[in-house]
Every structure is written in structure tokens, then in C-alpha cells.
């Protein structure tokens, strides 16, 4: 599932070219995409209106309208978002079509069929699509340590687990929960409560730096983007540890080890990451 920094990557291509554009005609080919309201209702509602802005929170995406409404997007597995011009060959999972007054379309498409759309008034409370829900975003001001062992720091669950909760910290998932605890020198496995107030610190430093390092690495133009239809663009290369068990350290050379917690995947290395 795309994380925060692959959000906050499709945001940053998709917003430029939406911004000040009308919608002029929305296509649903997939009426369960829609969460809510009803399909019918949402491409009624969004017709004619101009959009002002495009944001993040967490995995989430909103696209804001004119008259205050906006559309809240999750992408999920196997969402993807695209700008493209009328006659670009169309993607085979493709549910949703908004034509915009500048000739181009924001196309919705998702193999798994996931992803969902929310459109809420202006003074709709959002009891829909979880979004009020989110904690923290890890790149705010008012992320620190003490945020951290406030939320955790009494918690017997293990410290990956608890980088998963999106009621907590929003955006962080199961690749760069595994990257931060790396950079952080601290084992996933290790409880929350046996933490130390150097390990917090540590963390909240190690958080927003390795978050905004993979933002800088998913950097793609328009054109690459569209050409890769929106797949391709991702960090792999620059991974340090998720996905590389078996496979030595590129710190100490010990070899990297796999490990299953709270039913996620996770690697780390046994010799950096010692468990107190």
C-alpha cells in the first residue's frame, strides 16, 4: 500500500494540473468506488464545480471545491490517479473519468478494486471515511518526543506495531516503520514501555528526516509520471533494509533477518537493532 511519501508524491503531480480547473463531466464505470454519497450524487454534485486545491493527510488525499466541498480519495493497494489528455489509452481498471475545462482528465483506475471516493458539504461532519480519526502527521511542528512517549511510551505492544497505528502517527505503513526503526538503531520488536527517553528523541528525529529523505527520492516530472502511468516512480532502489532479508547489512554487514509482528512482515538487523 502507498505510504505517506508516495501520497504526498501524487499529490505533488496531480495538484498543479487540477488546480483552477473546472469539472465539466465525471464518468463512473465502478459505482462502489464511491463510498459516499451515492454515484449518481457525487458526479451530480461535483459538475461544474471549480477546484481550489489539492491536499494530504496521512494515505489521504482531498481535493478541495470551490463552494467548500471536497473529495476525499484513499488509494489503498492498487489505487492511481493520472492526468491525461482525452485520447491517452485507457488504463484497463479504470472507474473513474472527471473531464476538466482545460481538455485534460483525472482518471481513476485500481486492479483491486479498494480504493474509494467520499464527497463531503462544506460543514459535513466527516463520519465516512475515517479521516478524523488519523493522529498525528509525523512531518508537523507539533510532532517530538514527547508526543511519542505520551502516546506509547506506557504500551506493552512492540514499537512496529505502534509506528502502524494511523490513529497515532498518520502515513507511516509497513515499509518505512521498518526503514525509521533502522535509522533509529532500535529492534521492531522491542516493547514500547522498555523504551528509553534517548530512544524517543531519537525516534522523533529519525521519523520526519526519513520520511521527507524518501519524498526527495520519489521526485518525478509530469511526463514521467504519466508515462509510467503512475506505477513506476517508487523508492526500491533506495530501500536500506525493508525487503532485503537475507541480504547484509549496509551498516555492519551482519545479514539482515525477516520476522513476523502483530502479523506484518518486518526486517531488521540483529547486530545494529539489538533488543534491549
Same mark, same amino acid.
Given at each position: 500500500?502507498?505510504?505517506?511519501?508516495?501520497?504526498?508524491?501524487?499529490?505533488?503531480?496531480? $495538484?498543479?494540473?487540477?488546480?483552477?480547473?473546472?469539472?465539466?463531466?465525471?464518468?463512473?464505470?465502478?459505482?462502489?468506488?464511491?463510498?459516499?454519497?451515492?454515484?449518481?450524487?457525487?458526479?451530480?454534485?461535483?459538475? /461544474?464545480?471549480?477546484?481550489?486545491?489539492?491536499?494530504?493527510?496521512?494515505?489521504?488525499?482531498?481535493?478541495?471545491?470551490?463552494?467548500?466541498? *471536497?473529495?476525499?480519495?484513499?488509494?489503498?493497494?492498487?489505487?492511481?490517479?493520472?492526468?491525461?489528455?482525452?485520447?491517452?489509452?485507457?488504463?484497463?481498471?479504470?472507474?473513474?473519468?472527471?473531464?476538466?475545462?482545460?481538455?485534460?482528465?483525472?482518471?481513476?483506475?485500481?486492479?483491486?478494486?479498494?480504493?474509494?471516493?467520499?464527497?463531503?458539504?462544506?460543514?459535513?461532519?466527516? /463520519?465516512?471515511?475515517?479521516?478524523?480519526?488519523? &493522529?498525528?502527521?509525523?512531518?508537523?511542528?507539533?510532532?517530538?518526543?514527547?508526543?511519542? *512517549?505520551? *502516546?506509547?511510551?506506557?504500551?506493552?505492544?512492540?514499537?512496529? $506495531?505502534?509506528?502502524?497505528?494511523?490513529?497515532?502517527?498518520?502515513?507511516?505503513?509497513?515499509?518505512?516503520?521498518?526503514?525509521?526503526?533502522?535509522?533509529?538503531?532500535?529492534?521492531?520488536?522491542?516493547?514500547?514501555?522498555?523504551?528509553?527517553?534517548?530512544?524517543?528523541?531519537?525516534?522523533?528525529?529519525?521519523?520526519?528526516?526519513?520520511?521527507?529523505?524518501?519524498?526527495?527520492?520519489?521526485?518525478?516530472?509530469?511526463?514521467?509520471?504519466?508515462?509510467?502511468?503512475?506505477?513506476?516512480?517508487?523508492?526500491?532502489?533506495?530501500?536500506?533494509?525493508? &525487503?532485503?532479508?537475507?541480504?547484509?547489512?549496509?551498516?555492519?554487514?551482519?545479514?539482515?533477518?525477516?520476522?513476523?509482528? &502483530?502479523?506484518?512482515?518486518?526486517?531488521?538487523?540483529?547486530?545494529?537493532?539489538?533488543?534491549?
Amino acid at each position: 500500500m502507498p505510504e505517506l511519501p508516495e501520497i504526498e508524491t501524487v499529490k505533488s503531480i496531480i $495538484e498543479p494540473q487540477i488546480r483552477g480547473t473546472t469539472i465539466k463531466n465525471t464518468v463512473v464505470s465502478q459505482a462502489k468506488v464511491i463510498a459516499y454519497p451515492t454515484s449518481s450524487e457525487f458526479c451530480e454534485r461535483i459538475t /461544474g464545480k471549480k477546484i481550489i486545491s489539492m491536499s494530504r493527510k496521512g494515505k489521504f488525499l482531498m481535493i478541495h471545491l470551490e463552494n467548500g466541498d *471536497r473529495i476525499i480519495l484513499h488509494l489503498r493497494m492498487t489505487g492511481c490517479l493520472l492526468v491525461t489528455p482525452p485520447d491517452f489509452p485507457m488504463q484497463k481498471h479504470t472507474h473513474v473519468i472527471m473531464q476538466l475545462s482545460c481538455g485534460m482528465e483525472l482518471r481513476f483506475s485500481d486492479t483491486r478494486r479498494f480504493g474509494r471516493f467520499w464527497l463531503l458539504k462544506s460543514d459535513e461532519k466527516d /463520519g465516512y471515511s475515517g479521516i478524523d480519526k488519523l &493522529g498525528i502527521e509525523p512531518l508537523s511542528a507539533d510532532f517530538n518526543a514527547e508526543y511519542l *512517549r505520551g *502516546r506509547f511510551g506506557k504500551r506493552k505492544k512492540a514499537i512496529k $506495531e505502534c509506528l502502524l497505528d494511523q490513529s497515532a502517527i498518520a502515513g507511516i505503513g509497513n515499509i518505512y516503520s521498518d526503514e525509521i526503526l533502522f535509522r533509529a538503531k532500535i529492534n521492531p520488536s522491542t516493547a514500547a514501555n522498555s523504551l528509553t527517553e534517548k530512544d524517543w528523541k531519537r525516534l522523533a528525529i529519525e521519523i520526519p528526516i526519513c520520511l521527507r529523505y524518501f519524498i526527495k527520492k520519489n521526485k518525478i516530472t509530469q511526463k514521467d509520471y504519466l508515462a509510467a502511468k503512475g506505477q513506476d516512480y517508487r523508492n526500491t532502489p533506495f530501500l536500506q533494509i525493508y &525487503g532485503h532479508a537475507g541480504e547484509p547489512c549496509p551498516c555492519c554487514g551482519e545479514t539482515l533477518v525477516r520476522t513476523v509482528i &502483530g502479523g506484518r512482515s518486518s526486517v531488521y538487523c540483529p547486530n545494529c537493532q539489538k533488543k534491549p
